[in-house]
């Protein structure tokens, strides 16, 4: 029965409810005049038992009688009473009951009273949610109305004045229909009616517009009791009013915010993000919803404007979110995605400027500047039949992150103030979300960045080897972890093949691979052997751990970190390599015959197991041999053993012939899963062998003679191999390497120059001792050497070899000659 048209959100809340209170009428004197089924439910007596006898008589204990008759003289003094009383129950055992005593009026100035009760048990159970019962609890204000059997009001309260507007004058003899015409008053008599014929109570939500608001429609609840003579027989019908605007208004919001905690969000994508907030506000609180974004937000840039310091001009907008109850009549000039403009005058720049919502009850499309700017909005608005607006503007972090409009053209009811501060309750929602994302985007963009900058761009082998290499990070949200791979071009055509893995996924453990990584590339321009640079290596990952634990915001050591380090040489074509606690590397012959290595394990980095030394093994691999170094995450699974995993990555291997970059995608794609639980890297390495015809060696005698032999022998190979050009270059820096390897060396001295990328001029000598560079005086004699192969040359270092040291200095060759 009750009026669902302009109700809404009315099947998202109940609006029939079962009475909740027991009702009595006494008259002047305190005798029981009428009695209801609700009251005999709860104190057991029926009416034949109570009505025509004194109040005082039947419902208090007897230990109770005074205490009830000051109630009842109360009730004359003051008009009426409410409190907690005792009362005694049909089979003898006593009730605690919360009462409501009220002041009826009738013709004449006569006077009754209707007494309006709950068990205390019942409220404090919270078993039903009655609104009258809530009212006696909460001493809210409860309109009163006692109907005849023809629905003539026979008595009334003053507080149902306050309700309706109806003087009681106006209202007695009359039926509701009479006093108040309309839909809502018939709907309320077939209630009545219905209470009269069957005796069972029943509630009905009903709409008025109070004397004392009447700018804002409310919702009352109407319990109806059908009022029993002695006989039980019924009297009249009584109506018990209570205003439930704000629960109603409290349920309908605590049903779209839950909602909208299911429906909003549901991505990191801001743009799905903007379609769910509008197709959650249609149709429950607007027919026509429209979400844009700041342009940048889409992109994950938050806007630099803050809110209030917008000057000039304003931010472009993009379309995120559009729904409607029929988007055929809304035809909007714009689609999801575009980009717009909102014109300076206009309520939408005002909201982006000052980060304040905006409210039209009543939307003026025939004027304004914004209507004049652009009259292809303003008709379609006008063909839509919009007639009430709302701007919310979606803030976070001091930030105008976009806009929501809300329109109504099918619900004639306009926007209220409670309809706002539920938009804005909405908006703030999904401007978490929104902001949220906006984080994600952005912290996953730094991430990248610095897996970026931390990992190799592009890995080249040089003479040495052929390479390729794969990163599957576990982390796939951020994409970074704490895998890393290097190849490192050497001297003398060498190159190092590094790789390792730092415990741990995300942003931390990539910060903590680029620590290492570099130290491993500063210890590699070093020339150290394997096994003495990851020596180096554990002391700097002690070190960093020791500070980062004595640091303030104590910053997650590097702790356990696994490292695989390989030196490959293409003229004698031997690899030599040592790991600590890194798996060991899988080596396939030119047959396709797969091998991994005795190697010595190590103890990972960074644990302080220095006793234990880190092991150098050297092996000599035919060329077009394939390397495979890898992380565990390649072969460690949480259902299968290491070795599966092994065996499964050498049978990939196994087809060695295949580009190195099929290879590749075979190994990743033959993992278990594609979401692996820990990061993944492979990096391949085909060796490669330099011509010997590439190669030319001489070893020269300890005289100082021996520069002028060396550069009469390089003068002659440069010219065998077309590099004239070079050769006076070269005989200067061949010139002064020897001389510095007799003067300061010891024999056996030995020259070799190696044509690949760049020509590399090196010279051997049994001294140990690196040279250092000098910055010598302008009367000084000596110091010149260094100084001079440093101007004349591209690069130039020296290395320890097993017997003594090697200085060596590189010249670029021309493109030709490096083709």
């Given at each position: 029965?009750?009026?669902?048209?302009?109700?809404?959100?009315?099947?998202?809340?109940?609006?029939?409810?079962?009475?909740?209170?027991?009702?009595?009428?006494?008259?002047?004197?305190?005798?029981?005049?009428?009695?209801?089924?609700?009251?005999?439910?709860?104190?057991?007596?029926?009416?034949?038992?109570?009505?025509?006898?004194?109040?005082?008589?039947?419902?208090?204990?007897?230990?109770?009688?005074?205490?009830?008759?000051?109630?009842?003289?109360?009730?004359?003094?003051?008009?009426?009473?409410?409190?907690?009383?005792?009362?005694?129950?049909?089979?003898?055992?006593?009730?605690?009951?919360?009462?409501?005593?009220?002041?009826?009026?009738?013709?004449?100035?006569?006077?009754?009273?209707?007494?309006?009760?709950?068990?205390?048990?019942?409220?404090?159970?919270?078993?039903?949610?009655?609104?009258?019962?809530?009212?006696?609890?909460?001493?809210?204000?409860?309109?009163?109305?006692?109907?005849?059997?023809?629905?003539?009001?026979?008595?009334?309260?003053?507080?149902?004045?306050?309700?309706?507007?109806?003087?009681?004058?106006?209202?007695?003899?009359?039926?509701?229909?009479?006093?108040?015409?309309?839909f809502e008053a018939e709907a309320l008599e077939v209630v009545m009616g219905q209470v009269l014929e069957s005796g069972t109570?029943?509630?009905?939500?009903?709409?008025?517009?109070?004397?004392?608001?009447?700018?804002?429609?409310?919702?009352?609840?109407?319990?109806?009791?059908?009022?029993?003579?002695?006989?039980?027989?019924?009297?009249?019908?009584?109506?018990?009013?209570?205003?439930?605007?704000?629960?109603?208004?409290?349920?309908?919001?605590?049903?779209?915010?839950?909602?909208?905690?299911?429906?909003?969000?549901?991505?990191?994508?801001?743009?799905?993000?903007?379609?769910?907030?509008?197709?959650?506000?249609?149709?429950?609180?607007?027919?026509?919803?429209?979400?844009?974004?700041?342009?940048?937000?889409?992109?994950?840039?938050?806007?630099?404007?803050?809110?209030?310091?917008?000057?000039?001009?304003?931010?472009?907008?993009?379309?995120?979110?559009?729904?409607?109850?029929?988007?055929?009549?809304?035809?909007?000039?714009?689609?999801?995605?575009?980009?717009?403009?909102?014109?300076?005058?206009?309520?939408?720049?005002?909201?982006?400027?000052?980060?304040?919502?905006?409210?039209?009850p009543v939307l003026d499309t025939q004027a304004g500047p914004w209507v004049d700017h652009d009259p292809v909005r303003a008709?379609?608005?006008?063909?839509?039949?919009?007639?009430?607006?709302?701007?919310?503007?979606?803030?976070?972090?001091?930030?105008?992150?976009?806009?929501?409009?809300?329109?109504?053209?099918?619900?004639?009811?306009?926007?209220?103030?409670?309809?706002?501060?539920?938009?804005?309750?909405?908006?703030?929602?999904?401007?978490?979300?929104?902001?949220?994302?906006?984080?994600?985007?952005?912290?996953?963009?730094?991430?990248?960045?610095?897996?970026?900058?931390?990992?190799?761009?592009?890995?080249?082998?040089?003479?040495?080897?052929?390479?390729?290499?794969?990163?599957?990070?576990?982390?796939?949200?951020?994409?970074?972890?704490?895998?890393?791979?290097?190849?490192?071009?050497?001297?003398?055509?060498?190159?190092?093949?590094?790789?390792?893995?730092?415990?741990?996924?995300?942003?931390?453990?990539?910060?903590?691979?680029?620590?290492?990584?570099?130290?491993?590339?500063?210890?590699?321009?070093?020339?150290?052997?394997?096994?003495?640079?990851?020596?180096?290596?554990?002391?700097?990952?002690?070190?960093?751990?020791?500070?980062?634990?004595?640091?303030?915001?104590?910053v997650p050591a590097v702790v356990g970190a696994t490292c695989l380090y390989a030196v490959y040489d293409p003229v004698t074509?031997?690899?030599?390599?040592?790991?600590?606690?890194?798996?060991?590397?899988?080596?396939?012959?030119?047959?396709?015959?797969?091998?991994?290595?005795?190697?010595?394990?190590?103890?990972?980095?960074?644990?302080?197991?220095?006793?234990?030394?880190?092991?150098?093994?050297?092996?000599?691999?035919?060329?077009?041999?394939?390397?495979?170094?890898?992380?565990?995450?390649?072969?460690?699974?949480?259902?299968?053993?290491?070795?599966?995993?092994?065996?499964?990555?050498?049978?990939?291997?196994?087809?060695?012939?295949?580009?190195?970059?099929?290879?590749?995608?075979?190994?990743?794609?033959?993992?278990?899963?594609?979401?692996?639980?820990?990061?993944?890297?492979?990096?391949?390495?085909?060796?490669?062998?330099?011509?010997?015809?590439?190669?030319?060696?001489?070893?020269?005698?300890?005289?100082?003679?021996?520069?002028?032999?060396?550069?009469?022998?390089?003068?002659?190979?440069?010219?065998?191999?077309?590099?004239?050009?070079?050769?006076?270059?070269?005989?200067?820096?061949?010139?002064?390497?020897?001389?510095?390897?007799?003067?300061?060396?010891?024999?056996?001295?030995?020259?070799?120059?190696?044509?690949?990328?760049?020509?590399?001029?090196?010279?051997?000598?049994?001294?140990?001792?690196?040279?250092?560079?000098?910055?010598?005086?302008?009367?000084?004699?000596?110091?010149?050497?260094?100084?001079?192969?440093?101007?004349?040359?591209?690069?130039?270092?020296?290395?320890?070899?097993?017997?003594?040291?090697?200085?060596?200095?590189?010249?670029?060759?021309?493109?030709?000659?490096?083709?």
């Amino acid at each position: 029965m009750t009026n669902t048209d302009h109700m809404p959100l009315a099947e998202l809340v109940s609006s029939s409810e079962i009475p909740d209170a027991a009702i009595a009428m006494i008259d002047a004197e305190g005798t029981v005049v009428a009695w209801t089924q609700a009251a005999q439910r709860l104190v057991g007596h029926s009416a034949r038992d109570v009505v025509g006898r004194s109040a005082l008589q039947v419902l208090p204990p007897p230990e109770d009688a005074l205490g009830a008759s000051a109630v009842l003289e109360q009730c004359r003094a003051q008009g009426g009473w409410s409190g907690t009383v005792a009362v005694r129950h049909r089979d003898g055992h006593t009730l605690t009951m919360t009462l409501r005593v009220s002041l009826l009026w009738g013709q004449d100035a006569a006077t009754r009273w209707l007494v309006s009760g709950a068990h205390v048990g019942a409220l404090s159970s919270g078993a039903t949610d009655g609104s009258v019962r809530e009212s006696l609890l909460a001493h809210a204000p409860i309109g009163i109305v006692v109907r005849d059997l023809q629905l003539r009001c026979t008595w009334v309260n003053d507080a149902m004045e306050s309700h309706d507007g109806i003087p009681r004058d106006r209202r007695f003899g009359r039926c509701l229909k009479d006093s108040l015409p309309g839909f809502e008053a018939e709907a309320l008599e077939v209630v009545m009616g219905q209470v009269l014929e069957s005796g069972t109570p029943m509630v009905h939500e009903y709409r008025a517009w109070p004397p004392a608001d009447r700018r804002r429609e409310h919702v009352f609840s109407a319990s109806f009791f059908c009022l029993q003579d002695a006989d039980g027989k019924p009297l009249g019908v009584c109506s018990l009013s209570v205003d439930v605007t704000g629960n109603r208004r409290a349920r309908e919001r605590l049903a779209i915010l839950s909602e909208a905690s299911t429906r909003i969000g549901s991505t990191l994508d801001v743009m799905q993000t903007g379609q769910e907030l509008a197709e959650l506000a249609v149709p429950l609180l607007a027919d026509h919803a429209i979400v844009d974004l700041v342009e940048s937000v889409p992109f994950g840039v938050e806007p630099s404007a803050r809110i209030g310091t917008t000057a000039g001009r304003l931010p472009l907008l993009r379309r995120a979110g559009l729904a409607s109850i029929d988007l055929g009549v809304l035809e909007l000039p714009w689609a999801r995605e575009e980009v717009l403009h909102a014109h300076p005058s206009s309520p939408f720049a005002a909201a982006l400027r000052t980060g304040r919502s905006h409210l039209e009850p009543v939307l003026d499309t025939q004027a304004g500047p914004w209507v004049d700017h652009d009259p292809v909005r303003a008709q379609k608005v006008r063909d839509s039949g919009v007639h009430s607006l709302m701007v919310v503007p979606i803030r976070a972090r001091r930030c105008v992150l976009g806009l929501v409009l809300f329109g109504r053209s099918e619900e004639q009811k306009p926007f209220q103030e409670d309809d706002l501060l539920l938009a804005e309750e909405l908006v703030t929602r999904a401007a978490l979300c929104l902001d949220n994302a906006l984080r994600y985007a952005r912290e996953r963009t730094t991430a990248l960045t610095l897996q970026r900058d931390l990992l190799p761009h592009r890995v080249q082998g040089g003479a040495a080897v052929e390479v390729a290499s794969r990163y599957v990070p576990a982390d796939m949200d951020y994409g970074v972890g704490g895998d890393w791979f290097d190849v490192i071009e050497l001297s003398g055509a060498r190159v190092a093949l590094v790789v390792g893995d730092v415990v741990g996924h995300g942003i931390n453990a990539a910060a903590a691979m680029g620590r290492l990584r570099t130290a491993v590339r500063t210890l590699a321009d070093m020339d150290l052997p394997p096994h003495e640079l990851l020596t180096h290596l554990d002391d700097t990952v002690r070190r960093l751990s020791e500070e980062d634990d004595a640091g303030p915001d104590k910053v997650p050591a590097v702790v356990g970190a696994t490292c695989l380090y390989a030196v490959y040489d293409p003229v004698t074509r031997r690899c030599t390599m040592a790991r600590a606690g890194h798996p060991p590397p899988v080596i396939i012959d030119p047959q396709g015959q797969v091998a991994f290595p005795d190697l010595p394990a190590g103890a990972p980095l960074g644990l302080g197991l220095g006793l234990v030394p880190f092991e150098s093994v050297e092996l000599e691999l035919p060329e077009g041999s394939l390397l495979a170094f890898y992380t565990d995450g390649l072969v460690e699974s949480r259902d299968d053993d290491i070795d599966v995993g092994l065996h499964r990555l050498g049978a990939v291997l196994a087809q060695s012939e295949s580009p190195l970059e099929d290879l590749c995608s075979r190994v990743i794609e033959a993992l278990p899963t594609q979401a692996p639980a820990d990061d993944v890297t492979l990096l391949l390495a085909r060796t490669r062998a330099l011509p010997p015809a590439q190669v030319a060696s001489w070893d020269l005698p300890s005289e100082p003679a021996a520069a002028c032999t060396a550069r009469q022998a390089v003068a002659r190979q440069l010219s065998k191999w077309g590099l004239e050009h070079l050769v006076a270059t070269a005989e200067v820096i061949v010139s002064e390497l020897v001389t510095n390897a007799i003067r300061y060396g010891q024999g056996p001295n030995r020259l070799r120059l190696i044509q690949h990328q760049v020509l590399t001029c090196e010279v051997f000598d049994g001294n140990t001792s690196h040279p250092r560079p000098r910055h010598p005086q302008i009367l000084d004699e000596n110091g010149r050497g260094l100084f001079l192969v440093a101007q004349l040359s591209r690069r130039w270092g020296s290395r320890s070899e097993t017997d003594g040291k090697v200085i060596w200095a590189e010249q670029d060759l021309p493109a030709t000659a490096v083709a």
